[in-house]
């Protein structure tokens, strides 16, 4: 299975889809991120991101290369471009991005250039949102903005690599990595974790909402089932 992660900046990959990212990747699944600002105007983050895909089994990275904190500023359709390209070009049947009422401008714009790069008729059957922490769950609770999780994902085995791939993090020029209590803390990676587990009976868990999901004959027949 080809899985593509699309991450606003260096990190979200990490904190919001880390553990399912590198159980994908145990499975035998290829995974590519496709984080969209440069990571490294201010955090010099790049590099982080590169020794965190490889904690994490990821195949392949791709930076868009634009300006952190200011995905907003430009058309969306220069974003939805090269996220078009990269999807004719990796054909993801899966696609993890962020929730689009994200407190942070940049992570909606993510989402919505998502939405249109992976459009019915993209070849991608499934696409999920994820938390990004500290910014998912600092949203106003007002206008159906509140993250409302549907699928959870079982990361009891892959936890410690998600934890140890935030650590690359710590090595920023600007540390994205915080004390706890900070929802960018190792600690409070794990305490998210198991309340997730706890919501659903497992250990621990990563949370995310499906968009959309599209169940083909042809996806069921592929493997013969
Ligand atoms: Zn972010």
């Given at each position: 299975m080809r899985v593509?992660?699309?991450s606003a900046h260096p990190d979200d990959e990490t904190l919001g889809a880390g553990g399912t990212v590198?159980?994908?990747?145990?499975?035998?699944?290829?995974?590519?991120?496709c984080v969209l600002t440069d990571g490294r105007a201010p955090y010099g983050a790049a590099e982080c991101t590169l020794r965190?895909?490889?904690v994490l089994g990821v195949k392949k990275v791709v930076f868009l290369g634009f300006t952190?904190?200011?995905?907003?500023?430009?058309?969306?359709?220069?974003?939805?471009?090269?996220?078009?390209?990269?999807?004719?070009?990796?054909?993801?049947?899966?696609?993890?991005?962020?929730?689009g009422n994200d407190v942070n401008q940049?992570?909606?714009?993510?989402?919505?250039?998502?939405?249109?790069?992976t459009r019915p008729g993209s070849g991608v059957r499934r696409?999920?949102?994820?938390?990004?922490?500290?910014?998912?769950?600092?949203?106003?609770?007002?206008?159906g903005n509140v993250f409302a999780p549907s699928v959870y994902v079982d990361i009891t085995d892959t936890l410690q690599a998600k934890v140890d791939a935030m650590r690359c993090y710590s090595d920023a020029r600007e540390s994205e990595?915080?004390?706890?209590?900070?929802?960018?803390?190792?600690?409070?990676?794990?305490?998210?974790?198991?309340?997730?587990g706890v919501e659903c009976g497992l250990y621990a868990a990563e949370a995310f909402m499906l968009v959309r999901e599209v169940i083909a004959d042809e996806e069921e027949t592929a493997d013969g089932t």
């Open positions: 593509l992660v699309v590198a159980r994908h990747a145990r499975r035998g699944d290829e995974v590519w991120v965190a895909a490889d952190d904190q200011r995905l907003d500023e430009g058309a969306l359709l220069d974003v939805i471009r090269p996220l078009e390209q990269l999807v004719a070009d990796f054909r993801p049947e899966v696609v993890y991005t962020h929730y940049d992570h909606r714009v993510a989402f919505n250039a998502t939405m249109v790069a696409v999920l949102s994820f938390e990004a922490a500290s910014s998912t769950e600092w949203v106003p609770p007002f206008g990595v915080r004390p706890y209590p900070h929802p960018r803390s190792y600690e409070a990676i794990e305490v998210y974790a198991k309340r997730h």
